[in-house]
């Protein structure tokens, strides 16, 4: 089993939101290469904090405290797929510290310690952190709720104090049923591209009131996003960095397939 790494932290962690991307990505000649370059440039973390778009539980569930073997959450894919390891150690630790500040008379947070990474989680850190030396630990979206997720956001920033990274996984736009695998990788429709367009404006304007109210302020919202929950995890790093929003900026840009692989950091 893999130790975790310690490392001795002063400085605040950025927070961040990512496209996490299909198991393919793993495949592809240059996501997972601005992935990794991205990540040599963060602090290195304590431990890494994963919302991804693929777990939804309420109340919030923490998974797994300790290394138990991925969930691999796809169907149809080939077998080397579902051979990858990211044995990551768990973070105990952190779960405490999320149960204290998440935790309340009425709002209990819930665990599922058999629960291991989903592919929301472990497909992008395998190309961010292929030493699988960091601990790690995923908390569920306990609701759909622009508000209520940034709200969480908030709740969870003090982690950052202590070199925990705050990752929301999720996709730009993501609506599968129009996707076009014929099409060259780098390739979007109309639709994806204004709503890409859209949110990079109402990110670099902080206009996180837009942001939240995406289903009315954003063109071809429900094209874009038929559902809430691949959007939903950059709520939760917007309310985790809410008081550095000026600082945001675009680390990966670009299409898949005809979704925006958009990601961001704050911080």
Do not use: C
């Not at 000649?29 to 777990?55: F, K, R």
């Not at 809430?228 to 008081?243: I, K, M, N, Q, Y």
Request: aromatic residues 10%; proline residues 10%.
């Amino acid at each position: 089993m893999s130790q975790a790494v310690t490392h001795e932290r002063t400085d605040r962690m950025p927070v961040l939101y990512l496209s996490h991307g299909a198991p393919p990505l793993a495949d592809d000649p240059i996501w997972p290469g601005q992935l990794a370059a991205w990540s040599a440039e963060l602090p290195g973390p304590t431990a890494i904090l994963v919302v991804s778009a693929h777990w939804e539980d309420a109340p919030v569930t923490l998974g797994a405290t300790t290394t138990v073997p991925l969930l691999y959450d796809f169907w149809g894919f080939p077998e080397h797929y579902y051979r990858v390891r990211y044995a990551a150690p768990g973070a105990p630790d952190l779960a405490a510290k999320v149960r204290a500040l998440l935790g309340s008379p009425g709002r209990p947070v819930h665990d599922a310690p058999t629960r291991g990474l989903d592919h929301g989680a472990y497909v992008p850190l395998v190309e961010m952190y292929p030493d699988a030396d960091i601990p790690v630990l995923q908390l569920s979206l306990p609701t759909l709720d622009p508000v209520g997720l940034y709200d969480l956001g908030r709740r969870l920033a003090p982690l950052r104090d202590e070199g925990v990274l705050i990752l929301g996984s999720g996709f730009f736009t993501h609506n599968l049923r129009e996707a076009n695998f014929s099409m060259p990788a780098d390739f979007a429709p109309g639709w994806s591209r204004e709503f890409d367009h859209w949110g990079d404006e109402a990110l670099a304007a902080g206009d996180i009131d837009a942001l939240l109210d995406f289903e009315h302020t954003a063109p071809d919202a429900r094209r874009a996003h038929p559902r809430t929950e691949h959007f939903a995890p950059l709520f939760v790093t917007l309310g985790a960095g809410a008081d550095e929003l000026a600082t945001q900026h675009t680390a990966i840009d670009g299409f898949w397939y005809g979704m925006a692989k958009r990601s961001i950091q704050i911080g």
